[in-house]
């Protein structure tokens, strides 16, 4: 990751005509999906110092709070297990629901294998950063490479700057005191909308299922063990899929729309790119539905 | 259960979970429908984990005054194209100052 950005400072590449563009690829396209990456990594990273001290309030040491947010590495799990040692609930459901709750990630790297297009070695390490954050700051960029570039800075500064305010939290936890004092409870779902918001506003189909999943999971949540509703509200995805058809022709102009102008902006590397991951089959696909954001995405990211 | 092997197992759990979706086979994404279904579950997914930490606590609906507010503002924030860490302190700041003012 670190030698992206790198390649865009890279002197005189960017004017020095189009023949040496395959060498070096354009400084421009990059920098956004890696300047979102950061803004989400450090912002949510630093939350880390809540889930630290709510895990030694409730009960777990602070190797335990460090071993969770180290190997797990996916908060609203971290969360959901400590909520039930905290409550002295079974372990054993307490488990299963953390580990249902981790269940989506499986559908994020569903989503993202396309795009990361990782094997071996690195798809080991990769799959360990399939995580909300990760998926929506690589989802909402306007192509592959955005995507790729915003993931791993995402995952980089994210993962440090989770584990060390883990690790903060967990050690303060007795001087922290309620971390509600700060408004650091507001970050989780700030966070979230803030990344949403682009897709949210984009499309009828986005709407409607946003719309769908928040009730059926506050419906959900006095019936069902916390992580359920949320799991759940994947049905919500279906409403989605239902469109009528003049949706989907609304939603496909919007991409091409934006996709024209992303390319134009960028050069032609990027459309170059985009041709060629025609051959892979998802690439096309990824491009046309990450295009429909990417314009918004750099308005309500850029930090 | 001991806690030490509920966070071992969880952390296995949830990382077979992540490498699970990297590794299936990406022809099921073939079909346009599956692949429109993976496309909109991260906005059905996310949208129910806001509502869920904007309105639940555990299994208990609440309505908490200073949580709605900094929501409410990012929410404002986010109409007005506030950059990103922009909309994060004020929702922060806006929950933060009202805890404050009200005790």
Sequence with gaps: ?303 | MNTWIAVLATAAGCYALKLGGLVTPQRILEDPRVRRFTELVPVALLTALVAVQTFAAGRALELDAPRLAGLGAAVAALLLRAPFLVVLVIAAGTAALLRLLTG
Excluded at chain 1, 22 to 33: D, F, I, L, M, W
Excluded at chain 1, 63 to 78: E, K
Excluded at chain 1, 204 to 231: F, K, N, Q, S, W
Excluded at chain 1, 256 to 265: D, F, I, K, L, N
């Design chain 1, 1 to 303: 990751m670190t030698a992206r950005p790198g390649h865009r400072t890279s002197p005189g590449t960017a004017t020095s005509g189009p023949g040496r563009g395959e060498g070096s690829p354009p400084p421009a396209s990059v920098r956004p999906a890696v300047r979102d990456g950061l803004g989400v990594g450090i912002s949510v990273g630093v939350s880390g110092l809540a889930f630290g001290a709510a895990a030694v309030t409730a009960g777990l040491s602070v190797a335990q709070a460090c071993v969770l947010s180290l190997l797990a590495f996916t908060g609203a799990s971290q969360f959901a297990l400590i909520g039930v040692v905290g409550g002295g609930g079974n372990l054993v459901a307490g488990t299963l629901g953390a580990v249902l709750l981790g269940a989506r990630n499986g559908l994020y790297g569903l989503r993202l294998a396309g795009m990361l297009r990782v094997r071996g070695w690195r798809r080991l390490l990769s799959a360990h950063v399939v995580i909300d954050e990760t998926t929506a700051v690589a989802t909402g960029q306007p192509d592959d490479r955005s995507a790729r570039a915003g993931f791993y800075t995402t995952a980089v500064s994210l993962y440090l700057a989770w584990n060390l305010s883990t690790l903060a939290g967990a050690v303060g936890a007795a001087r922290i005191g309620d971390p509600r004092t700060f408004g650091l409870d507001v970050l989780g779902p700030a966070v979230f909308l803030a990344l949403l918001w682009p897709r949210l506003t984009a499309g009828r189909a986005e709407a409607r299922v946003a719309v769908a999943a928040a009730v059926l999971a506050i419906a959900a949540t006095p019936l069902l063990p916390p992580g359920v509703p949320v799991m759940l509200a994947a049905v919500a995805a279906l409403a989605g899929l239902r469109a009528p058809a003049r949706d989907r022709t609304a939603d496909g102009t919007t991409g091409g729309t934006t996709g024209e102008m992303v390319g134009g902006a960028a050069g032609g590397e990027t459309a170059a790119e985009t041709a060629g991951d025609a051959s892979t089959g998802s690439g096309t696909g990824d491009a046309e539905a990450a295009g429909g954001t990417a314009g918004e995405g750099r308005k309500g990211l850029g930090a």
